[in-house]
Nanobody, 126 residues
Framework: QVQLVESGGGLVQAGGSLRLSCAASGRTSSSLTMAWFRQAPGKEREFVAAIRWDGVITSYADSVKGRFTISRDNAKNMVYLQMNSLKPEDTAVYYC???????????????????WGQGTQVTVSS
């Protein structure tokens, strides 16, 4: 089992920045693919970004490309999401996800991930 705990959410004005963190514990492995998803009220959970186990390959949703950056520190079992130029439409609960076997083609699919955090709220005011 892998436990994931997100932190760093909060209230920010449009145009501002936040950095989310996700701490992994338990049967962690540097071979885990790590990802961020988000879910706004009344909407389905949507893919934000993912990063391969070695940090070499990343993927982003078109809506955040150029504004968000995912990174990881395997020595600390941490993954981060730097969010810049935030917009009101970025408001959502942000979830960290992990899986040891998901392939690149499945990165954007929530059901491909076995392990999830409890989420952290991000609110962007206009």
């Amino acid at each position: 089992q892998v436990q994931l705990v997100e932190s760093g959410g909060g209230l920010v004005q449009a145009g501002g920045s936040l950095r989310l963190s996700c701490a992994a514990s338990g049967r962690t492995s540097s071979s885990l693919t790590m990802a961020w998803f988000r879910q706004a009220p009344g909407k389905e959970r949507e893919f934000v970004a993912a990063i391969r186990w070695d940090g070499v390959i990343t993927s982003y949703a078109d809506s955040v490309k150029g504004r968000f950056t995912i990174s990881r520190d395997n020595a600390k079992n941490m993954v981060y999401l730097q969010m810049n130029s935030l917009k009101p439409e970025d408001t959502a609960v942000y979830y960290c996800a992990a899986d040891p076997t998901v392939t690149y083609w499945g990165w954007a699919r929530p059901y491909e991930y076995d392990f999830w955090g409890q989420g952290t709220q991000v609110t962007v005011s206009s």
